[in-house]
């Protein structure tokens, strides 16, 4: 795990495509306008993405935001071709501490309903707690009530 690089930025942008750029154009409006916010935004964020590489290439990220009483975590994506691997679930465990070392007791997050990573959010103990219903998403939360387990 490494923090963002300026180089991070077109693998990033190509992995939030691939996995939400159907969801976004669906529920929300064209990908250009999209990808143009995250063109912005996501070295605006660049001390709050860690970025996971394997010879050279970008195979995971996370983007989290500090509330003030919770860590949020804005995205989470794993290469399509480390599915399966653990690289998900550490992922999130990365998250979880990070919330622990800022003292936040709650993690939150918001997912496309019909997304397949709902029910991998459901697994690690995150359960929805509230919906925006005109862009088809959920809010999901996890109470931290110990330091997550490696």
Do not use: C
Not at 40 to 46: E, K, L, N, Y
Not at 54 to 73: H, K, N, P
């Amino acid at each position: 795990m490494r923090p963002y690089e300026d180089a991070d930025l077109e693998p990033i942008i190509a992995l939030i495509r691939a996995h939400l750029g159907e969801y976004v154009i669906r529920h929300i409006g064209p990908w250009a306008r999209s990808e143009a916010m995250l063109r912005t935004d996501i070295p605006d964020a660049r001390d709050h993405i860690s970025v996971v590489t394997q010879r050279g290439q970008v195979m995971g990220f996370v983007w989290i935001e500090l509330a003030e009483d919770s860590l949020i975590l804005e995205e989470i994506h794993v290469r399509t071709s480390a599915r399966g691997q653990g690289l998900g679930r550490e992922l999130m465990r990365f998250v979880e501490r990070k919330a622990g070392v800022h003292e936040r007791g709650v993690v939150r997050l918001t997912a496309f309903r019909e997304s397949p990573a709902v029910r991998f959010y459901e697994r690690l103990g995150y359960t929805v707690v509230g919906e925006n219903t005109a862009r088809a998403q959920v809010h999901m939360e996890k109470a931290l009530t110990a330091p997550p387990q490696n």
